[in-house]
């Protein structure tokens, strides 16, 4: 029998989508902070399919990447022996609580969501494009989540979550802890290396500027060594003037755990960085390659989170049911 999550004072949940292109940015700024904390409490590792399907999604291609990314997370270093590896369409009180917080949820606020207007742009919209943090607030509620690892992107979505439950307790009594978000110090926003002003993101048509968990070695080399720098000619950390060369400051500071020391050149410092992330992203690649090879071991691995988690998910729902007055 699997034990079940008995949330604590640190219970971690950190979530990411399953749309393929998982990037630096993913590993830095949501999936390197859950696995470095995971033993400081109980931690829940979440496939976001459900938020996949909120853009136009082809339905084999969202199978095929929900695996990849738990074979991801498990390469990263996710361990299912203590970190519940779970898929937030396997359990559907996600989808109760989904209904129940937007009971409580204002149109207003989350239509005013900076991701819903950027994702918005063109062509029809789907409702849950503009209802997707609220899944996110449940994703997190449903677990008495203390502590949210996410990448910058996320602060506003986590707000929301934070603002739903502090209402949710005002108006029906305590129901959820109010999670809070945990920023990774550097490379909270790890930006595009061919477009320095803007984050690394799956969403760029371009791939000029954007370092794949799993590409080749000698991809990331060319990405770095591409990477958009300027002309002042000296290394200094000045996100304003310096994007590009701040942006592979923050990448160097994450991957190392450490400050950068001096660099006399930008090719030295590309050199360092380059050596930094390979460091980093070799192991991944080689565990990946193990672990994509064998879904019918993934698929078990989500079965038994589930079921470590599935306790908790029913009894908050149970709890929230009975808080908003519906018959038991
Ligand atoms: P997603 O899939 O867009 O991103 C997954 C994680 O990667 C982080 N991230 C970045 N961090 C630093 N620099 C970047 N350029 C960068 N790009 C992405 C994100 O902040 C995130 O931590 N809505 C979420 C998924 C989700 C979730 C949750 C997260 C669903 N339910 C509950 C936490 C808790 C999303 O779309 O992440």
Known sequence: ?????????????????????????????????????????????????????????????????????????????????????????????????????ECVANYGEVARMIQFKEKSGSGPVRLSLLTYPVLMAADILLYDIAFVPVGEDQNQHLELARTIATRFNARYGPTFRVPEGVRPENAARVMDLAEPTRKMSKSNPSAAGRIGLLDPPEVVRRTIARAVTDNVGEVRDDPENQPGISNLLGILAACTDSRPREFTSYGELKREVTDAVEALLAPIRARYAALSADPGHLRSILAEGKAKVRPTASETVRRTRAALGLLD
């Open 1 to 101: 029998m699997t034990a079940t999550i008995a949330p604590t004072s640190t219970t971690r949940l950190t979530g990411l989508q399953p749309t393929g292109g998982l990037h630096l940015g993913n590993l830095l700024g949501g999936i390197r902070p859950l696995v470095e904390s995971q033993y400081d409490g109980p931690a829940i590792a979440m496939i976001a399919d459900l938020h996949a399907l909120t853009m136009e999604h082809d339905p084999a291609k969202v199978r095929v990447a929900s695996l990849e990314l738990a074979a991801v997370l498990l390469a990263a270093g996710v361990d299912p022996e203590h970190t519940a590896l779970i898929a937030n369409s396997q359990i559907p009180e996600h989808s109760e609580l989904h209904y129940l917080l």
